[in-house]
Every structure is written in C-alpha cells, then in structure tokens.
C-alpha cells in the first residue's frame, strides 16, 4: 500500500475541471502503484513543449538553406559551362543580397508579431521564402536569382524572432535555454543541408528543394497555439489558460502560473500598448535599451569575427586556403561540425550559462581567426617566392577550430537572449529591431570580405577578424549579464532596475532553480 497524493478525488475523478478547481487535495491510499505518476512538481510535460520549440523553428532551417546557398550556387554559377555566367561582383551580390532584405523582414516580423501575434506571424513568414526558392529555381537570368535572393532573406529575417520569443513564452525555464537554441540548431542544419544537395545537384535543382521546407513549416505552425504571453497581453485570460494547458499538460496546475503572470503584469502596470507615444515611451525605457544596447554589441562582435564570411564563402576559403582536401568535402565536413557543436551548445546552455559559452567563443574565434590570417601571409610569400606549401593542415585546422569555437557561444547565445530580456510589451518589435541588426552585419560582413581581401590581402582580413572577437572578449566579461534559469518577469526587473541582483527564490510552478538571477553587469561568472 502506497500513500500519495492523487490528482483528483474519486468523487469526481471525470470531472477535469476540479484539476483547476481544487487547490487543496485529500490525501489517500492508493491501490495502483503502477498508475502513472504525475510530472514533477512546478513542472509541465517536457516533450509538449519540445515538439511547440521544434514546429516553431522549423522556419529557421530555411535561414540555414538561405546562408549556405551562396557557397555551392556561386561556384557553379562562375564555371565557364553555366548557361548563367557571373563574374566577382555579381557573385558577390549572390551571397549577400538575402542579407540585404533580411534586416526589413526583422523588422517587419517584430511589428508583426506585437500586432497579429507570434503565431500567425509565423505562418506569414513562410510565403517570401516559397515565392523566393520558386523563382530561383526557374531563373533564366542573373536578374530573377537576385530578386529570388531578396524575397528569400526577407522571409529568413520574418521568421527570427518571431521564432525565438514564441519558444520562450511557450516553455519554462529549466528548458527554456536549450530549446531557445533550437533556432540556431535549425539555422546549422540547414546550412550542412545545403552543403550536402549542393554538393551533387545543380543549383536551380537545389533551390526547389529548399523550398519544401517552408511549406511543411507553415502547415504544421496552423495547429500551433498561441503563446500565453500575447493572450494576457491583450487580456485575455481564457484563451491564455486554454493556451498554457494545451503547452502544459492536463496533470500541470495552469491557473497557479497564469495567476503568477497576470500578478507580475498588474503589480508592474503592463498595459497594452494602444499608440506611437506609448510605444515610443516602452521603446526608450531602460529596461528596453540596456538589454538593446548589450545584444546590438554582441551582435557586432560576434559577426565581425568573421563568421558568415566563413560560411557564405566556405568553398573558395578552402580552395584559396592552399589545403590538399576536396573543397566540397572540407565544407561538408564543417557544416557537420557546426551542426554537432551547436547540438552540444543546447545542451551546454542548461548547465553552463550563456557566458561561460561566450568566452569560449570570443577567446577561440579570436585565436584561430588570428592563425589562419598567420598561414595565409606565409602562404602568399610562398607563392610570390616560388617555394612549395608547407604544413596545408594548418588552415584547415584554424577553420574547423574557429567553426566550433563560434558554434560554442556566438551563434547560439544572443540568439536565446533575444526571446528573454526584453519586456513583454515591446518584445517583438524590439526583437525585431535587434535582428534587424544582426543581419545588417551579417551583409555588412559579406559584401565587404572581397573588397578587404583585395585591399589588405586575405591575411590580413582575418587578423582583423581575430582582434575584434578578442577585445569584444573583454567587454562581454564586464557587460554581459547571465540569464540562466531565470523566469522572464525576473529578468524584466532586473533591467528595469527594480532589483540590482536578485537571488533566486524558488517560485513553484515556475521556477526550479536555487542559484542567483542575474549577475550585475560587473559581477562575476556564475557557474
């Protein structure tokens, strides 16, 4: 005989709504050890809000699909048997013209996002990117492929936050980091993906392909639910409690979190945002541009490590590296790798933090950006002198080694953060905005490396690569807060300045953790 608390009386074991009704339970004897038990205390069914992350970021392998393009699309576009032949700068707008739109799609899908919801956003997002991958496949000029690109990268910047801040509103917070990195999991994938198909089919084959993966995103995201943030939001309770059971699970105590939320969002004055004065007002608060200004930064660095160079432009990096490897095969390679590593960084999010991972990748993008520029400038003085290559592992080495080190951190830590520290109010527009910025970086970064390799030799682009991840290193130690484990009112108080550290208590039905909320912008690694 085992004595437990059931999650409903006898009395009314069919009726479900005395699991929301009842706050206090009778305690009995059961007679079936071998019923199932209910989930842990605080917590709802993990894999419900696994598969809601996973649906939600399917979008993000189509940003995988859109970046890793260029790199086996422009090399069969500049051999002399296309029937399109492009030259330099026509293969440079290839690679960074889906950049170019991508920080409009941002912006849109954060304006979205606020007005129609996470959800539905999500489903529109995936129109630019079937329209874009169709008229790539059937282009018959160099034209049709760049307005192909366009339509692609403003679809890919509709779905990034949108897809980032549905996944942190749907699943609680000892989940939240690992699957917040999904998106970047996806974007990785997506890349090997198209390194893979390019590598054995042609690229007009290889976009129709692509565009698959956005019509399976946008019917599975129609039985999706909307996020219980959006719904309070705009008061209403109902379909929030209706959203939360349905991301929960029947055996989890929906009203005590709903309750918590409605409680955060009336002791705080969260109010709808009805006009350009209010929202003008929620964007310039503190606690809107002190998480703003610390992620445009990270995003800055972070891109101008030099990242997206090596993923736009793999083949020709490899071929121009001086390595023995097939090129296609050292890009294969790399996009597994990457995929690998940013696997093992979801899981490194749950029980290192997000700075911790963000030395890792400052301090080893740095290093081994600053060694393949070293055995470039060799390699260049081994070519003008007539001497053979010496050591071709060496650069091959730099690359999979900064692969991993940026897969690390860089591409998956600021990515989690944009669904996390900013307020409920204005986080999709600002979500937008800050995506926004990322990928006008990521343009700025990729159509400037042709120019920089000529005008200070290819050496010399990635010693300016290595030297901005290793200073930005020092800025993220004194500015870069953890979040680790914290709900998002905590971390909304902490940048509103309502608390300057805060411990964390446990909260049940929210939070699990006993560790502190946030480190202040000087304090110290938590572990």
Not at 82 to 91: G, L, N, R, T, V
Not at 105 to 120: F, K, T
Not at 168 to 185: D, I, K, N, Y
Not at 272 to 279: A, E, F, N, Q
């Amino acid at each position: 005989m085992v004595t437990h608390t059931p999650l409903i009386s006898p009395s009314k074991f069919n009726d479900t709504k005395s699991l929301v009704n009842n706050s206090t339970l009778p305690q009995i004897t059961a007679t079936h050890p071998e019923r199932e038990r209910p989930v842990k205390d605080g917590r709802g069914k993990a894999l419900r809000q696994v598969i809601a992350a996973f649906i939600a970021n399917l979008g993000c392998i189509n940003t995988g699909l859109v970046f890793g393009f260029s790199a086996v699309a422009v090399p069969q576009l500049e051999d002399p048997t296309s029937f399109i032949k492009i030259d330099e700068f026509q293969a440079s707008w290839v690679a960074s013209l889906s950049s170019a739109s991508t920080p409009f799609g941002c912006v849109l899908g954060g304006y979205l996002m606020d007005r129609i919801g996470r959800r539905l956003t999500l489903i529109l997002t995936e129109i630019p990117l079937i329209f874009g991958w169709i008229l790539i496949a059937s282009a018959q000029n160099i034209e049709m492929i760049y307005i192909g690109r366009l339509l692609a990268g403003l679809g890919s910047g509709m779905v990034g936050a949108p897809a980032r801040v549905y996944t942190c509103e749907v699943t609680q917070p000892h989940l939240r980091g690992m699957l917040g990195a999904l998106a970047s999991v996806c974007i990785s994938f997506g890349v090997l993906l198209q390194y893979v198909l390019g590598s054995c089919l042609n690229w007009q084959i290889l976009s129709g392909i692509s565009s698959i993966i956005p019509v399976i995103s946008l019917l599975s995201m129609l039985i999706m639910p909307e996020t219980p943030n959006y719904l309070l939001n705009r008061n209403d309770v109902e379909k929030a409690r209706f959203s939360l059971s349905r991301l929960r699970g029947s055996t989890f105590n929906v009203d005590k979190e709903i309750d918590q939320m409605v409680h955060f969002k009336q002791s705080n004055n969260v109010q709808r945002l009805t006009g350009i004065k209010d929202t003008i007002r929620a964007l310039i608060s503190p606690s809107t541009l002190k998480p703003f200004g610390i992620l445009y930064l990270y995003f800055l660095i972070y891109q101008f490590s030099g990242v997206n160079t090596i993923t736009f432009y793999a083949v020709e990096i490899f071929q121009e590296s001086g390595t023995n490897m097939n090129k296609y095969l050292a890009t294969i390679i790399l996009g597994l790798v990457r995929l690998s590593f940013t696997i093992l960084a979801c899981i490194a999010l749950r029980k290192c933090g997000r700075r911790p991972l963000t030395f890792i990748s400052g301090i080893g993008c740095g290093t081994t950006m600053l060694g393949l520029g070293t055995y470039l400038y060799y390699r260049q003085y081994w070519l003008d002198n007539n001497l053979p290559m010496q050591q071709t592992w060496i650069p091959v080495a730099c690359i999979f080694l900064y692969t991993i080190a940026c897969t690390m951190g860089f591409l998956v830590v600021p990515w989690v953060m944009i669904g996390e520290v900013y307020p409920t109010q204005v986080r999709g527009i600002i979500g937008g905005f800050t995506t926004c910025s990322a990928h006008m970086f990521v343009f700025i970064v990729v159509k400037t490396y042709p120019f920089l390799s000529h005008s200070i030799q290819r050496y010399g682009t990635f010693w300016l690569y290595g030297c901005i991840s290793l200073f930005g290193t020092i800025f993220f130690y004194f500015c870069l807060p953890e979040t680790k484990g914290k709900t998002l009112q905590e971390i909304e108080d902490y940048f509103c300045g309502r608390t300057q550290t805060l411990s964390g208590k446990k909260q049940i039905g929210i939070e699990d953790t006993t560790q502190s909320v946030l480190t202040p912008l000087k304090g110290q690694l938590l572990p």
